[in-house]
């Protein structure tokens, strides 16, 4: 097998998508249910829009005000679009997107890998990729990879307009910028840093001033959207650009644009995180990248840094997840993992013990089949999928679904009066409950008590109240009082183990049980 003949090699490119499509069909097939609880959110999203149209606000969650819908709705059309045109259950849609999203975002990797360095080096990259601890994060349903096809091709198109001096390729990529813009804000967020990167780098490296015009031509299609967007609102809904100006555009659409809160991560969890073939051949591409400083190479050499920085965003005052930007890292770093590999491959031939091209292919088929047993081992972790919600007294599994979450959601679906809403000690199963049932939930727990009249319910439309039995205080709290406890998105209220034995002394007097199973016991108003 000898790769300098790429018209011959055409089809090679595409095996390391196939490879993660396989794997990822491990965890699609053992786990009954999608692999996030974020899909919960989009699902729900979804139904929302087949029901009510595009609107801004979810009436299921936060009822009666209603929760604003802080993401771009591209991801959501997919999933209503395909359950609609195949009559599937939308979770279904979101579990088989698993393998095709894992499939495209590696396929389009290789392929920008291809560009930059050549077949070795595209295919070197997609397999370094999946032998990443953090490739999971691809095969997950979620927005953030359908974006992540996008990415590497707009970052490249950039590359290429530079190099073929085109600034067609630029307005091209600032297109793809579009589709990501309607998909994902972190990955739209990236994309422009990575994209101002190389500006920066032409400007100040290579003294070039006409890379302003296409990082111009990369935004106007963008900028573009947004003043059609802006004139189109002026007029169809002039008080929504009048309360975004008053209020923010956060508060009016939901759209957040900063995080309350930082998580980082030390050094040693970024190896970790990059897998071990990946460090290795990352660190040798770099040492090949500056022996040769090609202008290609400054490019993935900014991309990683650039992406770096962002994850070490709060050194300079900047709240970031930093975990949530390692699969941007790892984008830019297989791609130099792959350099390596291809440079490697091409090297032995200088040496003639291992200049046969049975011994090549044989170094880079051992390669690639390391990366799949890593890959392998990756999603065979019996807990990939099992996600909690954290407070100070324990923590409670939150997806996926556990049987008696789908019990009560079932029970609501079939049970439930749509016109009332719920409220519930776990909004986690809340929005679990709105997702299957359609019924709305009310977030106001915290004014739910034994003491509470019966008018606060009728007033605020509340019909049911779930209580969670896995929300149960230690021990050494003896007291019959509901503790809040803050988790990462909702608060959880806990009450002591005795309450839920003797529910007569803890629901409000005027409700009864009318559903109970292992877990979640349901009053009705």
């Given at each position: ?7 011959k090699?055409?089809?090679?490119i ?11 069909l ?10 996030s ?24 969650l ?44 590696i ?50 198109l ?7 001096k ?41 003294r ?36 975004i ?24 969890k ?10 290795v ?34 050194y ?76 100070i ?7 996926p ?27 986690y ?83 009864k ?13």
């Amino acid at each position: 097998m000898e790769f300098p003949k790429p018209n011959k090699n055409k089809l090679l490119i595409i095996l390391p998508a196939i490879s993660i499509f396989l794997i990822t069909l491990i965890p699609t097939l053992n786990h009954s249910w999608p692999l996030s609880w974020d899909v919960i959110y989009h699902v729900l999203y979804a139904k929302v829009y087949t029901q009510d149209g595009f609107v801004l606000s979810n009436p299921l969650l936060n009822y009666p005000i209603g929760q604003k819908i802080g993401y771009p709705p591209l991801f959501h059309f997919l999933i209503a679009f395909l359950g609609t045109l195949f009559r599937v259950d939308y979770f279904s849609v979101a579990r088989a997107l698993q393998p095709f999203l894992a499939f495209f975002v590696i396929l389009s990797v290789t392929y920008v890998a291809k560009k930059f360095y050549g077949t070795v080096a595209g295919l070197s990259a997609g397999f370094l990729m999946i032998s990443s601890t953090i490739i999971y994060r691809i095969m997950l349903p979620v927005p953030e990879n359908l974006a992540l096809i996008f990415l590497p091709l707009a970052a490249y198109l950039y590359y290429a307009s530079v190099k073929e001096k085109s600034i067609k390729y630029a307005f091209i990529a600032g297109i793809l910028m579009l589709i990501i813009a309607g998909t994902h804000q972190a990955a739209l967020l990236c994309l422009i840093i990575t994209i101002t990167a190389f500006t920066i780098l032409e400007i100040l490296v290579y003294r070039n001033i006409g890379i302003l015009k296409n990082y111009g031509a990369f935004l106007i299609s963008l900028l573009g959207i947004i003043a059609l967007a802006a004139i189109a609102v002026s007029i169809l809904k002039p008080a929504l650009i009048q309360s975004i100006f008053s209020q923010g555009i956060t508060s009016v659409l939901g759209f957040g644009t900063s995080l309350n809160y930082n998580q980082t991560l030390s050094f040693d969890k970024y190896i970790r995180n990059f897998g071990l073939l990946l460090t290795v051949f990352s660190l040798i591409g770099a040492f090949f990248a500056i022996k040769l400083r090609r202008r290609k190479d400054a490019y993935i050499f900014t991309w990683i840094i650039a992406m770096i920085i962002l994850s070490k965003a709060y050194y300079f005052g900047v709240n970031v997840l930093s975990s949530r930007v390692l699969i941007y890292i790892v984008i830019p770093l297989s791609i130099l993992g792959g350099f390596a590999v291809s440079h490697l491959y091409y090297k032995l031939k200088d040496y003639k013990r291992f200049s046969s091209g049975k011994f090549r292919s044989s170094f880079l088929i051992c390669i690639f089949a390391l990366s799949m047993l890593f890959g392998v081992l990756n999603v065979s972790d019996p807990s990939l999928g099992t996600y909690y919600a954290t407070t100070i007294f324990g923590s409670v599994q939150i997806a996926p679904p556990s049987t008696s979450e789908v019990e009560v959601a079932d029970w609501f679906k079939t049970n439930g009066d749509k016109n009332k809403s719920i409220s519930i000690s776990n909004l986690y199963t809340g929005v679990l409950i709105a997702s299957v049932s359609g019924m709305p939930i009310n977030y106001m727990f915290a004014n739910i008590n034994n003491t509470t009249s019966k008018s606060y319910f009728e007033t605020n439309n509340i019909g049911y109240i779930v209580y969670d039995k896995r929300l149960t205080l230690p021990p050494d709290y003896n007291t019959l009082n509901r503790y809040q406890a803050n988790s990462e998105l909702y608060p959880l209220y806990y009450y002591n183990k005795i309450l839920y034995q003797n529910v007569n002394k803890l629901k409000p007097s005027f409700t009864k049980v009318v559903y109970e199973n292992k877990d979640f016991i349901v009053c009705e108003v």
